[in-house]
């Protein structure tokens, strides 16, 4: 995970991972099936896309992490709320 001021960007291996909605600048990408060293290549990948395009990133410090990820999952679960029915529906759809 890396986080700038207003923009995230998640690499999960986990199709379910995309179940909750996302955030206006909360990247998720899901790629299923990878091991975690190809997770973390395609993440890395993924980075220096944004950066080559004058995204400016920094890693998300270990200590942090699990305040980011809680933050997150409480923003999704506000979207969620906002529109329940829809967003069950496609929770629903995609599990």
Known sequence: MFQTPDVSL???GEKEAGVLPA???EFLRILPGLSPEELLA???VAVA???DHRLK???APPADYLKLLTAAIRRKRE???KRSVTNTLTALICV
């Open 10 to 12: 998640t690499s999960s």
């Open 23 to 25: 955030a206006r600048g």
């Open 42 to 44: 395609k993440h890395r």
């Open 49 to 51: 896309y944004l950066e």
């Open 57 to 59: 990133t920094r890693i």
């Open 79 to 81: 979207l969620f709320l």
